[in-house]
């Protein structure tokens, strides 16, 4: 069976939760991404920063994005998927939680990160169809 760490993509870059949202928007500039998991001081999850994030919890509010940190906007807990789940339970994790990516973590260490593309990639049509009905609405 197909799982998490069979379809990831490896070797995330975290954003810290010191850093600026300046600095984490230049960091998904860089590398050409929408969204960042947010990785605390011992290095675990504290959760995921998106570019809508920057500009509705940051920019639209008129808030300094030089100075309010990734870790400001971190909130509870991500929702994650372990590296040895199969490809059914990302597919459940995503529909039920809405969400496009998924953090993958291997005890308390972040592996990968899973996208509705790694999974379109991985899996027949079907499902991946129905995840975005799912996500989508």
């Not at 230049?26 to 999850?45: E, F, H, T, W, Y």
């Not at 590296?83 to 939680?97: C, F, G, K, P, Y």
Request: with cysteine; hydrophobic share 45%.
């Amino acid at each position: 069976m197909t799982s998490a760490r069979d379809i990831m993509t490896p070797d995330v870059t975290c954003v810290g939760v010191s850093e600026t949202v300046l600095e984490a928007a230049r960091k998904m500039a860089d590398l050409g991404v929408g969204s960042l998991p947010i990785c605390g001081n011992d290095q675990r999850l504290k959760g995921m920063l998106t570019d809508r994030d920057i500009v509705v919890k940051v920019l639209a509010e008129g808030r300094d994005p030089a100075t309010v940190t990734a870790g400001e906007l971190a909130q509870g807990e991500a929702v994650t998927i372990g590296a040895d789940d199969t490809a059914s339970e990302i597919l459940q994790t995503m529909a039920d939680h809405q969400v496009r990516r998924l953090p993958v973590i291997d005890g308390h260490t972040l592996v990968g990160i899973v996208a509705v593309a790694d999974i379109a990639r991985a899996l027949p049509d079907r499902p991946v169809g129905d995840l975005i009905d799912a996500i989508s609405a």
